[in-house]
């Protein structure tokens, strides 16, 4: 059982790095990044480790297989954020925004060789090719 120390947050987006879970957040502006120990005991207080700068509420998230990239999902489209040495050191001032038409039901990202595949409720599946691992060193 997992608990947040401070009250109930709003979220949809788990990743899991390593040793470690990870749940976003879907607060609007500011999205906050909690912690908690695969391995732990079986009741945790969340930890919160980082705060992405998101327009829009994350719905999804995913890392990349060799632990390089974050991506979350939102109405406007994907933030690819670079990780220096996991997740709690993202970096997302460098993010590059993957611009795709608004869309209200973008539901869910994950990596998948040469790009990303996004998502919607309805079934809609949107492919991004990798235009970001050449432009954010």
């Known amino acids: ?3 947040y120390p401070d009250h109930p947050h709003d979220a949809e987006s788990l990743v899991i790095v390593g040793d470690h879970g990870f749940i976003i957040d879907k607060r609007i502006g500011l999205a906050q990044v ?70 209200l039901t973008r539901e869910a990202v994950t990596f998948a060789p040469g790009g990303l595949f996004v998502a919607t409720e309805s079934g809609e599946l949107r492919w991004f090719a990798d235009t970001w691992s050449s432009q954010i060193p």
Not at 73 to 88: A, D, E, T
């Open 1 to 3: 059982r997992l608990r």
């Open 34 to 103: 909690w912690r908690f120990q695969l391995a732990g005991a079986p009741e945790q207080i969340l930890e919160n480790v980082a705060t992405f700068a998101i327009p829009a509420p994350v719905t999804g998230a995913d890392c990349s297989r060799d632990g390089l990239w974050l991506a979350v999902s939102h109405p406007f489209g994907v933030h690819v954020i670079p990780l220096v040495n996991g997740l709690v050191n993202a970096d997302p001032l460098r993010a590059k925004l993957l611009s795709a038409p608004m869309n």
